[in-house]
């Protein structure tokens, strides 16, 4: 295994890191916050601990999709760790445990926060928080491969490690340039919504922290009340572009090029559309004699399906007071989530689909026995290894669910707030249901928990397997004995 280069990419996320956190400074200055020294403290900590890594170039350049793996799951938590160090020297949250899961769940794009009164963060540390969900909305690995000097497949291995969705594909021939076509978009779309933002009466701080809680899809509001207290034209630029980024981005980069034909021919977003129109529409007719209008249970419906199925997290209603129905229906899409190759979770569209045709064939097997028929998706024939990764993803998903529901379970809360705090970190959400509803937060559970559930946000945000890697004896045994050679040969 190349040691080397996993030490070299984790000083370049350290250094990257680094110049992230001066940003809070920035606005801390603005605002005259002496917290902004915090940030500068943990930015220097930061660059120095990334220079120090990555120090000595490494010799080979080359790696394999197992060290792609390993430095994604452990740039992840480098990152989540000198993150949460701000919050911590500022005092705004003493507790390094609660420190690191917010900041893992802003990183994460999940949206679950420890915090009871928001609106007491400094506007430094409020920033912070929206703008961790920015940076881990694309993720950093990816920005990384635009600059880093990679060699041979080296920049695909890591791509795929920390890309979302049952495959990743390149938009052009080289990936650097796909990394930098993507970035491209995020940042379009970002700047767009923040436009319309202004627009619609927003402060610019307002409109950034929202922008970037959006584009990410990660949900951290700046008010208490989330977005409840804004107007219903500023509701509905955020339903939409919570949309937006939940679709493939590949159909932004066919639309660049005019190929309106390819996009349509894109059954996952078809899909993606369709459970959203089918859900609203469900909520809509159980809210409306509850609301106080048919424009007002569209806003709210609508808003709240984006907001789940997209896993962003943001609130305009207390949902947990809705009937069983619409909970249960945003329950749903909190495991059915987003489109692969965008900013949002869950489980993905294009698995569910894959799986639903796997259950079809499977059942018309029984009835022709003989009959030779192959899955078909975005009318491609869906290789066997996808089918087999796409099950495979699924019961270690359903397993990794059971067991954090099973381990959190010892606090004696209520199996809703338990099955629901789960499935909202694991699918990279934010809000569940009763004690960790949109009204509420996740300050209730004990240490224990909250380190349960900053594994389930990361598991979830990395597709599983990079971060569960690490617990693999070989790999170590493996990194050991490599390590021993290279000692041995100098």
Do not use: C
């Given at each position: 295994m190349n040691g080397s280069m996993i030490r070299f990419i984790l000083g370049y996320i350290l250094k990257t890191e680094a110049i992230l956190l001066l940003l809070p400074c920035v606005v801390a200055g603005f605002y005259g916050e002496t917290e902004g020294l915090s940030y500068l403290i943990a930015a220097l900590l930061c660059g120095i601990f990334g220079f120090l890594i990555c120090f000595r170039k490494p010799k080979n350049t080359v790696f394999y999709l197992k060290e792609g793996c390993v430095a994604t799951s452990l740039g992840w938590i480098f990152l989540s760790f000198f993150g949460c160090l701000p919050f911590l020297f500022t005092g705004e949250i003493p507790s390094f445990?609660?420190?690191?899961?917010?900041?893992?769940?802003?990183?994460?794009?999940?949206?679950?926060?420890?915090?009871?009164?928001?609106?007491?963060l400094s506007h430094c540390s409020l920033f912070w928080r929206s703008f961790t969900h920015w940076i881990g909305g694309m993720g950093v690995l990816v920005f990384l491969l635009?600059?880093?000097?990679?060699?041979?497949?080296?920049?695909?291995?890591?791509?795929?490690?920390?890309?979302?969705?049952?495959?990743?594909?390149?938009?052009?021939?080289t990936v650097r340039y796909t990394a930098r076509i993507l970035y491209l978009i995020y940042l379009s779309l970002t700047l767009l919504e923040i436009f319309l933002l202004l627009a619609g009466g927003m402060s610019l701080f307002d409109a950034l922290n929202t922008g970037f809680g959006t584009a990410?899809?990660?949900?951290?509001?700046?008010?208490?009340?989330?977005?409840?207290?804004?107007?219903?034209?500023i509701q509905w630029v955020v339903t939409i572009f919570m949309i937006l980024f939940g679709i493939n981005?590949?159909?932004?980069?066919?639309?660049?090029?005019?190929?309106?034909k390819k996009v349509l021919a894109m059954e996952e977003v078809r899909y993606y559309l369709l459970i959203i129109v089918a859900a609203i529409g469900i909520i809509f007719a159980n809210i409306?004699?509850?609301?106080?209008?048919?424009?007002?249970?569209?806003?709210?419906?609508?808003?709240?399906?984006?907001?789940?199925?997209?896993?962003?997290?943001f609130s305009t209603v207390d949902f947990n007071q809705w009937s069983q129905t619409c909970k249960s229906v945003l329950v749903l899409l909190m495991f059915i989530g987003a489109c692969a190759g965008s900013t949002g979770g869950g489980i993905k569209v294009s698995r569910f689909v894959i799986l639903i045709k796997t259950v079809i064939k499977e059942l018309n097997s029984y009835i022709h026995p003989k009959s030779i028929k192959k899955i078909e998706f975005e009318k491609k024939p869906v290789a066997h290894e996808v089918v087999r990764a796409v099950n495979v993803y699924f019961i270690t998903f359903m397993i990794l669910f059971v067991a954090s529901v099973f381990a959190i379970s010892f606090e004696g809360k209520d199996l809703i707030t338990n099955f629901t705090a789960v499935a909202a970190t694991i699918n990279n959400i934010g809000p569940g249901l009763e004690l960790v509803g949109p009204s509420q937060n996740f300050s209730i559970f004990t240490s224990f928990s909250k380190y349960v559930l900053i594994f389930d946000m990361l598991a979830g945000r990395l597709e599983l397997f990079p971060l569960l890697l690490l617990?693999?004896?070989?790999?170590?045994?493996?990194f050991f004995i490599g390590h021993r050679r290279k000692k041995r040969s100098s």
């Open positions: 445990t609660d420190a690191l899961f917010e900041t893992v769940s802003g990183f994460t794009t999940t949206g679950a926060s420890i915090l009871s009164d928001v609106e007491a635009a600059i880093i000097p990679l060699s041979g497949g080296s920049h695909f291995n890591l791509m795929r490690a920390e890309s979302p969705g049952p495959s990743v594909g390149k938009l052009v021939p990410g899809t990660g949900g951290f509001g700046i008010k208490n009340d989330s977005i409840a207290s804004y107007s219903p034209y981005f590949n159909a932004y980069y066919l639309l660049m090029f005019r190929k309106l409306l004699n509850t609301s106080a209008g048919i424009f007002d249970a569209l806003t709210h419906s609508s808003f709240q399906v984006a907001s789940i199925i997209t896993t962003t997290g617990f693999h004896p070989t790999l170590w045994k493996d």
